[in-house]
């Protein structure tokens, strides 16, 4: 397997555009979890999701954030608008049982 | 209660010394503790995990302690080496639960050759 994918692997945009992180899970893993990793926080839950459905959102920042799984093997992290303090590294991670297998993540800035 | 406290924040060891990252719970519902490897520009990795039953697992030259009644957990790197330099970052989780891992703070190693 090829591992959690993660697109664009760097996002530079200016601040108000629109911004969206692709992620596909390892093919057979139920839960799909979407992190953000700053310097000051650390790595922060946003949201994840089990067979597909929103579990828990509570760590998504602001309504300018939202999350879709279409499909057991697309997920969605939209940023709308984006603002500079969004700048961060945004992690997709598929767990199977209890081992969380990450993505190499994507580097977003925004100027 | 969910929190999860790591120290140190930096390490520095030199090559061949042991380097040993602790880490603090206080959820007694926990019983999943894993350990992740994170170097630059890549995701987190799973290095090695131990639940509850056993105070220690080994895998090569790294090792978690588990002290159940102290609710604390380590990783020791014996023999660390250069290419072991990377954040490492402790995690805690509740088997048979829809519920997320915790993770601590991530500790900052650099191995000096």
């Known amino acids: 397997d090829a591992g959690v994918i993660q697109s664009p692997r760097h996002e530079v945009t200016e601040m108000g555009q629109e911004v969206t992180l692709r992620c596909k899970p390892i093919?057979?893993?139920?839960?799909l979890f979407w992190y953000r990793q700053t310097m000051m926080r650390g790595l922060e839950l946003l949201i994840y999701?089990?067979?597909?459905?929103?579990?828990?959102d509570s760590g998504m920042p602001e309504d300018r954030f939202s999350a879709k799984m279409p499909n057991a093997s697309f997920s969605t992290l939209k940023i709308q608008p984006s603002e500079p303090r969004d700048s961060a590294v945004y992690f997709c991670?598929?767990?199977?049982?209890?081992?969380?297998?990450f993505g190499p993540g994507t580097r977003l800035t925004v100027t | 209660q969910q929190q999860v406290k790591q120290s140190p924040q930096s390490l520095i060891v030199q090559k061949g010394g042991i380097s040993i990252i602790n880490c603090a719970y206080e959820?007694?519902?926990?019983?999943?503790f894993p350990w992740y490897q994170q170097f630059p520009g890549k995701g987190p990795a799973l290095l090695i995990a131990i639940r509850p039953d056993v105070s220690e697992k080994k895998e090569g030259r790294f090792t978690i302690s588990f002290n159940k009644s102290a609710k604390q957990f380590s990783l020791h790197i014996m023999d660390s080496q250069p290419g072991d330099s990377a954040t490492y970052f402790c995690a805690a989780g509740i088997s048979g639960s829809a519920r997320q891992l915790t993770f601590g703070s991530g500790t900052q190693l650099t191995v000096l050759p």
């Open positions: 959820n007694t519902a926990f019983d999943y």
């Open positions: 999701f089990n067979n597909n459905v929103p579990i828990d």
């Open positions: 093919s057979g893993h139920d839960y």
């Open positions: 991670a598929s767990r199977h049982r209890h081992e969380q297998y």
